[in-house]
């Protein structure tokens, strides 16, 4: 048999594609959950796109489509699932780590869809979690992961520092909290800081 007589493998076979159905989406919705946390609008949200996708090929109605995600939406919800809170609690606690305020958090959270209440519980849950200050700690991780103020040389700090609390201010923390993260003596104050101890 020549190389041409053979079959191409199976993964350069492009995958049939029939009409767009209720369970298609369903599983969809399923397999997008198992490999990412969502929110119910990010899940919505991506469900819409799959939709219009299906569409715009002729695989489906538009309306008679869309139709289909509520049911499967209060399903995972109802199977846990969905879960806005435990989404924002979890967002809320992995953004605190990396150095992110309040403020950011909210609006990354609001952005994906989730109620300013739920967001507003999922941060104190945390925050209530957190030896000392948390917006504190959050800034001085933001130092440590920017190298800002004292992970900055000693020669460097004066003339960096407008700079520095620009970068703080963007990242969304308050001019009281960037500035006292900002003038810490060295290195070892910012760590302390970061473990929740009191510095004077």
Known sequence: MSEMDRDPPKNNRRRKTGPLKPITVERSALHYLQR????????????????????????????????????????????GYLDDFAFAETKAVS?????????????????????????????????????????LIAAARLAQRRRLGPMRPAEEREERRTKDLAAMARAGFSHRISRRVLELADVDALEAVIRGEEID
């Open 36 to 79: 990412f946390s969502a929110s119910e609008a990010g899940l919505r949200a991506v469900l819409l796109r799959r939709i219009e996708r299906a569409a715009r090929d002729g695989r489906c109605e538009r309306e008679e489509a869309a139709g289909w995600i509520e049911p499967v939406i209060e399903k995972f919800k109802r199977l």
């Open 95 to 135: 953004l605190r780590r990396r150095g992110d305020s309040a403020r950011k958090i909210r609006m990354t959270l609001s952005q994906k869809g989730v109620d300013a209440e739920l967001i507003d519980h999922a941060l104190d849950a945390h925050d209530q979690t957190v030896d000392g200050d948390p917006e």
